[in-house]
């Protein structure tokens, strides 16, 4: 390995650990949920709450993480956002309400985001074309490993040393990445490509970039893929616990699929970077995940809730996933190359508030039945499909393109 792709490999890890925080926060605990209750008297949908408000903070601040960053910087931003996130980690280990809780989820929420939101940035920063997909490839292969290992490492730590040292690991965990990005994070926005931080063009940058037809069709297709298997996060206890009839330990039955699934159709988009059109990539992402959402409805309807069969359909669904989201992303960030840091907070923003909704909404009304789950991937992944492959037949727009106009 030479001395540029050994770089790349270490900025690929580092970029991946950093945008883990958020499923971690929201992966890490779930076995939790009936510890938590108890301990804090509180009943499951304030529980569920706790998800919540973490979701609706987080994408509230994805607003702000991109376009602080391109006024203060890149790594300024990443360092600030990981200290408060590892203070309200111990802050939720302190609890002694469930209101407690609350107001320390949601004090997470505002941090956790940063590292993916940057991320991307930095991404964009450093490299173009078919080596940012790759880039961005690799960064997905590993960042699929995190929800697959946190509700494992937080049954068994549940299961060692209670609910409390959860998040006792997460404020550990989130300190020594503090300490790692401070010594190895480079800044990739320098002084003269700053934009003064100013409210009103802020503003306007938003509203140019919210009201532009192509980039929500993009991050809404994006998101609504996410949604359909974030109803299967969302419902996880259920799923686990009572659908399935499994144990608080064995969650690594949803969530490893999931890693499987992600891993490989990340490997797979790298390999066809710079070889694939954007549309044949897309098109055939979107025929792996349709194939996958028609065989989880066979399987919920007509077979016993067998551990295997369960499962599988997934690891296709989020092998379709994977191999777009390189894709989808680059092509909405490369609509406005002024303001890539602003763009990729709105993606983040329109993705979060999906996921908030199939979490607040959605998945109360599906854990019911496997058969409602598989519903709810079907249409949200279906939707999905529909606005992207949409978007994708059609010549997509920069903000450069639209200056010359």
Not at 163 to 189: D, K, N, Q, T, Y
Not at 295 to 318: C, D, E, K, M
């Amino acid at each position: 390995m030479n001395a540029i792709a050994h770089h790349r490999l270490n900025l690929a890890i580092l970029l991946a650990a950093m945008a883990a925080i958020g499923p971690f926060s929201i992966d890490a605990y779930l076995p939790a949920f009936p510890e938590i209750s108890v301990a804090l008297s509180a009943d499951s949908l304030q529980i569920q709450q706790t998800l919540s408000i973490y979701l609706v903070t987080f994408g509230l601040m994805t607003l702000w993480h991109g376009a602080l960053s391109d006024s203060f910087g890149r790594r300024r931003v990443v360092l600030s956002s990981i200290a408060v996130y590892a203070l309200s980690a111990l802050g939720c280990a302190f609890s002694s309400s469930i209101e407690v809780l609350w107001t320390m989820r949601a004090l997470q929420g505002l941090a956790a985001g940063a590292g993916m939101v940057v991320g991307r940035a930095i991404v964009r920063d450093l490299y173009d074309g078919a080596e940012a997909q790759r880039l961005i490839a690799q960064i997905a292969i590993m960042f699929a490993v995190a929800p697959a290992v946190a509700p494992m490492f937080g049954g068994w730590i549940l299961h060692l040393a209670g609910w409390r040292a959860i998040f006792f690991f997460l404020a550990l965990a989130s300190a020594l990445l503090l300490f790692v990005c401070w010594r190895r994070l480079p800044e990739s926005l320098p002084l003269e490509k700053r934009r003064p931080f100013a409210i009103r063009p802020l503003l306007e940058n938003y509203k140019s970039i919210m009201s532009n037809p192509a980039f929500m069709l993009l991050s809404i297709g994006l998101g609504l893929f996410f949604g359909g298997f974030f109803v299967y996060v969302m419902s996880a206890t259920a799923f686990i616990r009572e659908l399935l009839g499994l144990g608080a330990t064995d969650f690594h039955w949803l969530f490893i699929p999931a890693m499987i699934g992600m891993m490989s159709g990340s490997w797979i988009s790298g390999r066809v970077s710079g070889r694939w059109s954007d549309r044949r990539t897309l098109c055939a992402a979107v025929a792996i995940m349709g194939a996958a959402a028609c065989l989880n409805l066979l399987v919920s309807g007509f077979l016993p809730p067998w551990r295997i069969p369960a499962v599988l359909p997934i690891i296709g669904y989020n092998l379709g996933i994977a191999m777009a989201i390189p894709t989808v992303t680059l092509r909405g960030l490369d609509m406005f190359p002024q303001n890539r840091g602003t763009a990729a907070s709105c993606q983040a923003f329109v993705q979060t508030i999906i996921n908030s909704a199939v979490a607040a909404f959605a998945a109360p009304m599906l854990w019911g039945s496997r058969l409602n789950l598989s519903l709810g991937m079907a249409v949200l992944g279906g939707l999905g499909a529909l606005l992207i492959i949409w978007q994708t037949l059609r010549k997509i727009p920069t903000q450069e393109s639209e200056n010359a106009k």
